[in-house]
């Protein structure tokens, strides 16, 4: 998989009255690129919202939701199996709790610094407002990496993180889930560390839990459900459907595994998926159980999936999956994932639908080559927030100490998505941009963010 070089974004394409925040926010955070990034997509779109609301200009409402509230920063020291000790960076950006308390995943990888925690945090601001769920935003996690690494060390460093974070967090105050290196097995562990500390069983602090210690029936599908859901919607608005089309997925993680399951379930095939060391092509749709078997079980590289599938599967080392033709689009592996010329490669091969399930993974060039070539693009902050929004599903079960079926839970997340794309669709006509999934997220969760910052005066 290549990812493309940074670049610090310029100021093209700003409102003249948003340009003076993007300057600051470039004064103030230097070398963080991936909020840069972020932050520009955001601005980009708001001109007409600034226009339209002169009270948010004069609240500096810009200025204000793109500073979080609080960054936290700490050592996070762990010794490993042979008894060598580490020293790692951890960290938590409690952004915005307009909406709710702060709300956002946990990041285990090496690649993780101040910058990449901003941008997924920024993002998760207005995602958790487009959900329309009480929730603010938030982000951490550590430059940890979990690879080839033991159970026993796992543990050991997740104690140790939560050691520190503990104190910041809480059911009202700010509620972690998982994100890429964290899954059930560690937040298990963060769960039992903050557990035996505080001495609260406190359910609703984390979410992504087992079923069997207050976790929730759907959360661990719902980020790949709700993206495919979404692609359904923005297909099914143009009367099409995702029958019969072949799907590309890239990554192979929590989100791509159950996109593939989803998009199997409405009538697609997925025909390729990927990891950090290559993609596999199986023409004949991929094999759900043995994806899982060789991803979530053994958690392999994917060319073991490719060797065990046999006949008609093969794997590309080091390949782009978006060389691979396909009617519908999903990068659901990391940020910056999809370039320009992988767009180009996909829009050539005539795809209509993309659906960032992971955050961020579409370069600015490759969105603005999805738009002008009038392909359906919904930004993650519409078609990932499935994830987040069951999480608050999760929470509201923890308060209310219930527990709801499978069919309730996948039920209750449909809908939010259907509602998160009429909304997005909505906001994008209000304000001259019919059709514009970028417009209609991003305005739709900065007005929803800026009223109740508006309602809460000035702090
Ligand atoms: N990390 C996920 C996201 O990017 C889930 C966050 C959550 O459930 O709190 O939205």
């Given at each position: 998989m290549t990812i493309a070089p940074l670049t610090t974004g310029s100021s093209d394409g700003l409102d003249e009255k948003v340009l003076?925040?993007?300057?600051?926010?470039?004064?103030?955070?230097?070398g963080e690129l991936e909020f840069h990034q972020a932050s520009h997509e955001v601005l980009e779109t708001l001109g007409p919202v600034v226009a339209?609301?002169?009270?948010?200009?004069?609240?500096?409402?810009?200025?204000?939701?793109?500073?979080?509230?609080?960054?936290?920063?700490?050592?996070?020291?762990?010794?490993?199996?042979?008894?060598?000790?580490?020293?790692?960076?951890?960290?938590?950006?409690?952004?915005?709790?307009?909406?709710?308390?702060?709300k956002g995943g946990l990041r285990f990888h090496p690649s993780v610094n101040l910058g990449i925690v901003k941008f997924l945090g920024f993002e998760q601001v207005f995602k958790n407002a487009v959900t329309g769920m009480p929730i603010g935003g938030?982000?951490?996690?550590?430059?940890?990496?979990?690879?080839?690494?033991?159970?026993?060390?796992?543990?050991?460093?997740?104690?140790?993180?939560?050691?520190?974070?503990?104190?910041h967090l809480g059911e009202h105050t700010d509620v972690p889930a998982g994100d890429i290196g964290v899954g059930q097995r560690e937040l298990g562990y963060?769960?039992?560390q903050y557990k035996r500390i505080t001495n609260r069983y406190e359910s609703g602090v984390l979410t992504g839990k087992g079923l069997t210690w207050g976790g929730a029936r759907v959360r661990r599908e719902a980020t790949g459900y709700g993206c495919a859901y979404f692609v359904q919607e923005m297909l099914a608005a143009r009367g099409s459907s995702l029958e019969g089309s072949d799907v590309v997925v890239s990554g192979a993680g929590n989100v791509a595994i159950y996109a593939v399951e989803k998009i199997a379930q409405l009538g697609g095939r997925v025909v390729a998926v990927?990891?950090?060391?290559?993609?596999?092509?199986?023409?004949?749709?991929?094999?759900?159980?043995l994806l899982k078997e060789v991803k979530e079980i053994e958690r392999e590289r994917i060319e073991v999936y490719a060797q065990r599938r046999g006949r008609g599967a093969t794997f590309v080392a080091d390949g782009s999956v978006w060389d691979v033709p396909c009617r519908v689009a999903l990068p659901c592996a990391t940020q910056n994932e999809l370039t320009e010329r992988d767009a180009l490669r996909l829009i050539e091969g005539g795809v209509v639908a993309v659906g960032e399930g992971a955050n961020m993974p579409c370069t600015p060039e490759a969105v603005r080559a999805f738009r002008a070539a009038g392909v359906l693009f919904a930004p993650g902050k519409a078609a990932n927030a499935g994830?987040?929004?069951?999480?608050?599903?999760?929470?509201?079960?923890?308060?209310?100490?219930?527990s709801w079926t499978f069919e309730h839970s996948e039920q209750r997340l449909q809908e939010i998505v259907q509602e998160m794309h009429a909304a997005c669709c909505a906001t994008a006509e209000e304000y001259g941009a019919p059709g514009d999934y970028v417009v209609g997220a991003n305005?739709?969760?900065?007005?929803?963010?800026?009223?109740?910052?508006l309602a809460h005066g000035l702090i």
């Open positions: 003076a925040v993007y300057d600051t926010i470039l004064r103030r955070n230097p339209k609301h002169p009270e948010y200009v004069e609240a500096k409402l810009l200025e204000r939701i793109c500073e979080p509230e609080r960054q936290i920063i700490f050592r996070v020291p762990w010794a490993d199996d042979s008894g060598e000790v580490h020293v790692n960076r951890g960290f938590r950006v409690e952004f915005n709790s307009a909406l709710g308390p702060y938030g982000k951490g996690g550590a430059d940890f990496d979990p690879r080839g690494r033991s159970d026993r060390e796992i543990m050991r460093f997740c104690q140790s993180f939560m050691t520190e974070l503990h104190r963060l769960f039992g990927s990891d950090s060391s290559g993609y596999v092509h199986d023409a004949a749709g991929i094999d759900l159980d994830g987040v929004a069951t999480s608050a599903l999760e929470m509201q079960q923890n308060a209310s100490r219930d305005i739709t969760g900065f007005v929803r963010v800026a009223d109740a910052m």
